[in-house]
């Protein structure tokens, strides 16, 4: 596996070509409903074997950007105006949602959305769709991810709490074996514990099996803790990126994603340095 290049934590895109099992994004502009504008020249990478986190606030197009990415704008009446995704060498956005889960690329949606009348092992098997592997072994291996699930097998799982419910989400999307699995919002809903829980469990499976994974978060805090690269996202555009220990110590995301102030109430991330910085450069 191949780092990438370290970077400051307020370069400009870096210029580098793919290398083997990247998934790429390369200018990207989605429009909702003819009009509604709402990627505006997004370009990102997450790199093989990565995790790579996605940062931004409310609306910054976060869940936009994954749904481009995975081939669920059309349900949403949104379409990739402008740019290309593509991952390991192959174009995926021209492909719809079942064809890029084939090619490998398999989404944990926002708000979990488990089969609530099926039981706990029924929703881990609907996950198998693709019939790669042998169902039962690939139980096996999610149940060492996830310890709780398997004194879950047979309760239904709209009775089990919000964090078994997201692990129930991410061993489904396992039993498709991904190589790259995006994760939308784990912490939504979720005490620190558990989501601290769930944290260790991807960065787990990454290390193990060597799973790329893009998680977008608005809890800044936990994905730069368990992520390699971090983007930082605001009004369809990417304002910032850069190593995640990088941006977890810039001074700018401290402030406006990490609660620490010195001494002021919060800004807008636009008018903090690194943006107006950022923006010098496009
Ligand atoms: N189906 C849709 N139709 C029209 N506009 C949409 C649709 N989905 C999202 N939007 C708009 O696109 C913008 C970005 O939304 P998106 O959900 O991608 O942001 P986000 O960064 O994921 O935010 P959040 O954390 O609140 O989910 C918002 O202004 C939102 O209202």
Redesign the pocket.
Known sequence: MTLSTPQPANAPPPQTSASHGDLTVNNVE?V??DI?Q??RGVSLTVRAGQVTSLL????????????AISGL?KP???KIREGTISFDGKTLSALNGTDVVKSGVVQVP?GRRVFKHLSVEENLRAGAILGRGNWHADLERIYTYFPKLPTLRHKQAGYTSGGEQQMIAIGRALMAHPKVLLL??PSLGLAPLLVAEIFDNVRRINREEGLSVLV?E?NANIALRNSDYGYV?EN?RIVMEGLSAQLASNPDVKEFYLGVTEGGARKSFKDVKSYKRRKRWM
Do not use: F, P, S
């Open positions: 989605v909702y409903h509604i709402v990627l931004g606030t409310n609306g910054a197009g976060k869940t936009t950007t994954l749904r704008l949403e009446n949104g926002e939308d919002e977008v608005q996202m369809g």
